[in-house]
């Protein structure tokens, strides 16, 4: 096995994102039009609350994250949901490839849109609201966005476990989890003021750690950013072992047929 087929078979999920990516306009209100949009409309809220500056950079660094966490999740997730709604699963794995070549090489496409999306945002906050998103530092930009893609990359792989396992009902996790990770990881506000079992559920989630660390550097008390990390890496090996079996029940019992044409 030559480092260059191993090279080859990642690269190969990076180019397919790419190739579906650029003959869909869509792609570009994710990339562009919805973050911006979002993030807009969130910073003109809070000049009309007249809230403080910390507060600003406190609501703005969440609604960053959430948008990097949508763009970077969806294109691990795409992975399987090009080919669901294509019905050629099969064809997929026809290749001799792996799990991990998948979810490595989507997840390289989603932290190059990611990274996109960060500066593309991090440039309209501090232009139109006075968000200095370097107030850190440059290593904890580069922490906070690795945890985030981390934890987005297990996000997209638990929609292609639910789609191996449950079918074509199971793509609209694609959107839904990210909606849950923004309701309890604290993303528009303290995860201080949830309900005493939703404040449990945020500590296992790793964004909220992200998100505190990140928020540090503007005063929001500490941290514990390698509980996060740890918390992330865990996840991120369990959901790729998972997928790995995911596969190959989706082998045996004809579910890979059942999505394919």
């Known amino acids: 096995m030559s480092w260059r087929g191993e090279l080859n078979k990642f690269l190969s999920a990076t180019y397919k994102n790419w190739i579906i990516s650029k003959r869909n306009v869509f792609t570009v209100f994710e990339l562009v039009f919805w973050p911006f949009i979002g993030l807009l409309s969130i910073g003109l809220l809070t000049r009309f609350l007249e809230v403080t500056d910390d507060m600003v950079a406190f609501v703005l660094v969440g609604a960053i994250a959430l948008s990097i966490l ?33 979810v490595g090489g989507a997840m390289l496409f989603g932290v190059i849109r990611g990274t996109a999306v960060f500066l593309i945002l991090a440039a309209t906050s501090s232009r ?20 985030t893609f981390i934890t987005a990359a297990s996000i997209g792989m638990a929609v292609c476990i639910s789609i191996l396992l449950f079918g074509q009902r199971a793509d609209v996790a ?15 506000y303290p995860v201080e003021i949830l309900p005493g079992p939703l404040q449990l559920l945020s500590k296992s989630i790793p964004l909220t750690y992200f998100l505190e660390y990140y928020r540090s550097a503007y005063g929001y008390g500490s941290h514990q ?30 579910m890979m047929l059942r999505l394919s044409e």
């Open 70 to 102: 949508q763009i970077s999740q969806i294109d691990v997730a795409y992975i399987l949901l090009f080919d669901l709604w294509s019905k050629s699963i099969k064809q997929t794995f026809v290749a001799p490839i792996r799990g991990y070549h998948l």
């Open 225 to 254: 950013v390698f509980l996060g990390m740890g918390l992330a890496l865990l996840y991120f090996v369990a959901s790729l072992l998972i997928l790995n079996l995911a596969i190959e029940r989706a082998r045996t019992t004809g």
């Open 174 to 188: 694609a959107w839904s989890l990210s909606g849950i990770m923004m309701l309890v990881s604290g993303v528009y």
């Open 128 to 147: 139109f609201f006075g968000f200095d998103f370097l107030a850190g530092g440059i290593v904890t930009v580069i922490v906070f966005l690795a945890g």
